[in-house]
Nanobody, 122 residues
Framework: VQLQASGGGLVQAGGSLRLSCSAS????????MGWFRQAPGKEREFVAA????????YYADSVKGRFTISRDNAKNTANLQMNSLKSEDTAVYYC????????????????WGQGTQVTVSS
């Protein structure tokens, strides 16, 4: 599986962005997916995850109620709708395939995409 994240950009605080993760291959619908982010000088952190069917979603406390993860298996995409953005959401956002264990642990993911930059100005 190859992943490519897109949709990042510069937005003012309080604004919205929608990130997309496009996957190659015909097995996308088998995988649980996740979004992580990494700000300059900080460790990568979990943002959200979604199971293979889209029936279960998981969020970091810091984004709960503001971000929504979804997927379209027919289009091989996983999306992250980000609303009410804050300056602390500024980071490079990555999508990845969940392969085992806890959703919030980056080591449990593989096939990382290249990342897309999100910058929130205050």
């Amino acid at each position: 599986v190859q992943l490519q994240a897109s949709g990042g950009g510069l937005v003012q605080a309080g604004g919205s962005l929608r990130l997309s993760c496009s996957a190659s291959g015909r097995t996308f619908s088998r995988y649980d997916m996740g979004w992580f982010r990494q700000a300059p000088g900080k460790e990568r952190e979990f943002v959200a995850a979604i199971n293979w069917s889209g029936g279960s979603t998981y969020y970091a406390d810091s984004v709960k109620g503001r971000f929504t993860i979804s997927r379209d298996n027919a289009k091989n995409t996983a999306n992250l709708q980000m609303n009410s953005l804050k300056s602390e959401d500024t980071a490079v956002y990555y999508c990845a395939v969940h392969i085992r264990g806890t959703y919030s642990t980056g080591a449990n993911y593989d096939y990382w995409g290249q990342g897309t930059q999100v910058t929130v100005s205050s």
